[in-house]
T-cell receptor
Framework: NAGVTQTPKFQVLKTGQSMTLQCAQD?????MSWYRQDPGMGLRLIHY???????DQGEVPNGYNVSRSTTEDFPLRLLSAAPSQTSVYFC??????????????FGDGTRLSIL | SQELEQSPQSLIVQEGKNLTINCTSS?????LYWYKQKYGEGLIFLMM?????EEKSHEKITAKLDEKKQQSSLHITASQPSHAGIYLC?????????????FGKGTRLSVIA
């Protein structure tokens, strides 16, 4: 059982470049989310989705786009990379929303450096 | 929105010693999750507490939820090097009820021989 798979694991970009961080889950989870983790800041929510075709913004959405065309995939797009987006990005999924006491399952993360 | 504060921020303990990590919420806790993260890896789900007064244990790790104090504690008995890592608490972010978990900033645990 693969769980939540994130690709790539590492990436270096130049300022202004765009890229897509991939996230896929094989657990038929409706709920998916993206976080970034920075030293001293903890995990901060970027975007989330409660099902295919539905997305919403989190705490730090600026500079990122998401879409959810299938239940399995939830890609995160950086439109024009900036050094402030250097971070570790985590994708998570759960059967339903946390308010229903469903634990989120996390991928191993993508380590992104913007030069 | 919900905010979670963890204490201590970091902890160094000698192997075999007991330790406690606290997570205090700015709002009423309806559910509290504990995760562990090893360096360079993702978050591993440890336990979920749903009701005030609830206590759960897994191997040598015990977590409790004090709803009145809006606090949860994670206790490790007879710590081992395998317990080293970052422990994070998470809770429902409130609002519409659809928001994902919000997390504390984590407690970094080191276990020395």
């Amino acid at each position: 059982n693969a769980g939540v798979t994130q690709t790539p694991k590492f990436q270096v970009l130049k300022t202004g470049q765009s890229m897509t961080l991939q996230c896929a889950q094989d657990m038929n989870h409706e709920y998916m989310s993206w976080y970034r983790q920075d030293p001293g800041m903890g995990l901060r929510l970027i975007h989330y989705s409660v099902g295919a075709g539905i997305t919403d913004q989190g705490e730090v959405p600026n500079g990122y786009n998401v879409s959810r065309s299938t239940t399995e995939d939830f890609p995160l797009r950086l439109l024009s990379a900036a050094p402030s987006q250097t971070s570790v990005y985590f994708c998570a999924s759960s059967y339903s929303r946390p308010a229903f006491n469903q634990p989120q399952h996390f991928g191993d993360g993508t380590r992104l450096s913007i030069l | 929105s919900q905010e979670l504060e963890q204490s201590p921020q970091s902890l160094i303990v000698q192997e075999g010693k007991n330790l406690t990590i606290n997570c205090t919420s700015s709002k009423t806790l309806y559910g509290l999750y504990w995760y562990k993260q090893k360096y360079g890896e993702g978050l591993i789900f440890l336990m979920m507490l749903q009701k005030g007064g609830e206590e759960k244990s897994h191997e040598k790790i015990t977590a409790k939820l004090d709803e009145k104090k809006q606090q949860s504690s994670l206790h490790i008995t007879a710590s081992q090097p395998s317990h080293a890592g970052i422990y994070l608490c998470g809770a429902d972010g409130g609002g519409s009820g659809n928001t994902p978990l919000v997390f504390g900033k984590g407690t970094r645990l080191s276990v020395i021989a």
